[in-house]
């Protein structure tokens, strides 16, 4: 008579030539567990799949962070949302949801240096990632390079095609390192070529009038502001606290009280508005304009609370 098989080793092996190896580890696990409670088998069933599909996700989502190059740590969970307006909160909270990539919408956060910008799409990119989409986390500068390079050695459309498995891209300070004619013509093709296709995250201190120093050409800066604002929301931190300045201003307050604890201190908000006044005199004139003060703008979502609402587009909103 043949030899008796081992059912219990022979599903454990069926199940890992099915890639299922989550059930093929905790099958017997469950299965007593299902006749302790007296569960059905259809419930037995689901318990094994759902564990499955659980642990699948997971190792996806590990993957897909790995691969995005994502700030750590920069989730919403670390995220200082009270230092946000209400308004700004509400829409990234809508933007968790990851619906904006199904209408292939940019998002372009636009504030001053500091401000918890490149932290707010960070965490944007994570809760993408959760609902289970690829994202690419990149300084633009260098993007550009890596375009440019493979323009050089001829196989710029190959390298497009790489860059449209991600379903978002995030560019990080653009505008922050200037750039040569070349260099802008590869991110000039790269936003056109995801025009309504493909989302991207922008993060600039630059308002939309200064991006003539990004693009060179009038023309070129026109078309580029045009295919990214066309379905866009913008998030408006220009009117937010510089982080970087309110933690100075802390550790200042901190050295005066430990070295003169009988003397008169500074308080926390005149030391945060003495930063902030000098960072404001410091900076060119159009700096300290509305970010959406642009006559390239076309419609927009704008986000956030403006300081100066005759400055705004007259344009009906759309929402994420």
Not at 259 to 273: G, Q
Request: proline share 4%; aromatic share 6%; with cysteine.
């Amino acid at each position: 008579m043949p030899k008796t098989t081992n059912r219990s080793t022979h599903l454990q092996t069926l199940l890992t030539q099915l890639n299922l190896g989550t059930m093929a580890d905790i099958f017997a696990d469950v299965a007593l567990r299902a006749a302790k409670e007296g569960l059905s088998h259809e419930a037995y069933l689901y318990e094994l799949a759902r564990l499955e599909t659980e642990q699948r996700t997971q190792r996806r989502t590990a993957r897909l962070v790995r691969a995005s190059g994502l700030p750590v740590e920069k989730t919403f969970r670390t995220l200082a949302l009270n230092r946000l307006s209400p308004s700004l909160q509400l829409q990234l909270e809508r933007l968790k949801s990851a619906s904006f990539l199904e209408t292939a919408t940019n998002i372009i956060a636009i504030g001053k240096p500091g401000v918890g910008k490149s932290h707010c799409l960070a965490a944007v990119g994570y809760a993408v990632i959760e609902a289970g989409y690829p994202v690419l986390w990149t300084p633009t500068s260098t993007l550009v390079q890596r375009l440019l390079a493979a323009k050089r050695d001829l196989r710029l459309p190959q390298e497009l095609s790489k860059l449209d498995k991600f379903a978002c891209v995030i560019l990080d300070d653009i505008g922050y390192v200037q750039h040569d004619r070349d260099e802008m013509e590869v991110l000039f093709t790269f936003l056109a070529e995801r025009y309504e296709r493909k989302s991207v995250m922008i993060t600039t201190n630059l308002v939309f009038s200064e991006w003539e120093r990004i693009f060179k050409n009038p023309m070129t800066t026109m078309a580029a502001i045009d295919r990214l604002v066309h379905h866009s929301v913008i998030l408006d931190m220009m009117s937010v606290d510089s982080y970087r300045a309110e933690e100075a201003s802390q550790q200042h307050v901190s050295s005066d009280r430990s070295k003169k604890p009988s003397s008169k201190h500074i308080t926390l908000a005149e030391a945060t508005t003495s930063l902030r006044d000098s960072d404001a005199s410091s900076m060119a004139p159009s700096q300290r304009t509305h970010p959406l003060t642009s006559e390239h703008l076309p419609t927009a979502v704008l986000v956030g609370e403006s300081r100066d609402e005759d400055s705004l587009m007259q344009a009906p909103n759309r929402h994420v």
